[in-house]
């Protein structure tokens, strides 16, 4: 448990000063007792056990210390129901995706898990489809509707390079579709040409929101794909900070063998590599998470897993209002046994 405000927590030394006071103030009340009339005396003994007598008082100390704990603002992390409305999957459909390391092939293996993962995914989430090459589209905007999913995910088709910092770009857009993301300026710069790779792309004409905090946007997530290394579009890592600007997390998963595979394309071959590096940057830069797939059972379970987290999601939640009801529930009972038992309040 944390403390917004621990300082608050100093007042607790208060507490034993108020021990010592309450049993000052029994002596001096066995003091005058000693010199009271019989009648005081028999009224004293009537009154019930001795043990009774210390009950408010100790629970009106209790109820203290529970407030003094709830001015200092406490965190605690719990599992609650995830409030997360909209998944945007972006899935690489580059040219490595045919790679064999992955029975039968990376492309289908991730098809087959992205199907999986629409029919198991949390109750009341809407799914939106990005595939990315050597750019990105909005293949399916987020949607219930599983049919449409599962049929946009059919007519993958795979292309030349990749273009991570673009998929995150356009499932920003799906994310924000009112959010004036100018995908085009950054995509491509702000002359708008195509087939350029841009490390820093240049701010939208529109004026971005004040930055939030990074992954504190809870309704809704991107989840990232890939199998290769960044090719062309803008650098994922620049566009990772404009996610965590706008408070969205960007899991991603590594898919394939991290040594990589070799590819054909007709009469040449080539190595792929997976880039684990950008990939864990991205989730970090957003306070996501990175996983990483070797074969087609791992994606299963690596979607299995998200879905999970995305239904109930572990977060560090204010409990102020916890200590603080707490805290009156012991004063009330207090008084009230007090004013039973004795016919006062304290």
Known sequence: ?????PQVLWLMLALPACVLAYRWLLRRRK??????????????????????RHVPPALLLAAAALALLAA??????????S????????IDVSGSMRARDVSPDRITAAQEAAKAFIERRPPNSRIGLVSFSGSAQLVQKPTVNAKELNEAIDRFQLQRHTATGSAIVVSLAALFPDG??????????????????IDAPKAPARPPPPPVKPGSYRSGIIVLLSDGQRTTGPDPIHIAKIAADRGVRVYTVGFGSVEGAIIEFGEWSARVRLDEETLKAVADITRAEYRHAASAADLVKVYDELNTRFEMERTATEVTALFTAAAALLGVLATGLSLAWYGRWA
Do not use: E, N
């Open 180 to 197: 004036g993301i100018d995908v085009a300026s950054l995509t491509f710069g702000a002359s708008g040409a195509r087939g350029v790779a």
């Open 31 to 52: 003091a005058a007792v000693r010199y009271a009339s019989l009648a005081l005396v028999r009224a004293a003994v009537d009154g019930g056990p001795h043990w009774r």
């Open 1 to 5: 448990m944390t403390f917004l405000w």
């Open 72 to 81: 200092a603002r406490p965190f605690a992390a719990i599992t609650l129901p």
């Open 83 to 90: 409030q997360v409305q909209t998944i945007v999957l972006a």
